[in-house]
């Protein structure tokens, strides 16, 4: 909460980024859950502090994040399915990357 807004988006994309690396391997689905988890908390934290364009996307993806944690127990074991999973966090953690600004300092 002390860290500015740029870092703690960094931070939430650095979670969705691990989320593709661990989802990689089938026996990390309780990770994925987690870091989901913990990504929810970051965006409450971060969203209301944010311009509304970005407050904006920051709830479209707390929504998609509780839509991947519901059905995670039952696609998980689906390479492809999961596959998208990551593949997803990783265009989130792309955009919220360019977002935060952090590259261009």
Known sequence: MRDELAIRLGGLAANLARVRS????SMN??????LFEESKFFIEWTAAEANLETAEELVDLQLQLA???RSLQSVWDDDCARDEIGSASMHWSNRLIERSGLLER
């Open 67 to 69: 839509v991947w944690q």
């Open 22 to 25: 661990v989802s990689r391997n």
């Open 29 to 34: 689905r309780d990770v994925v859950f987690s």
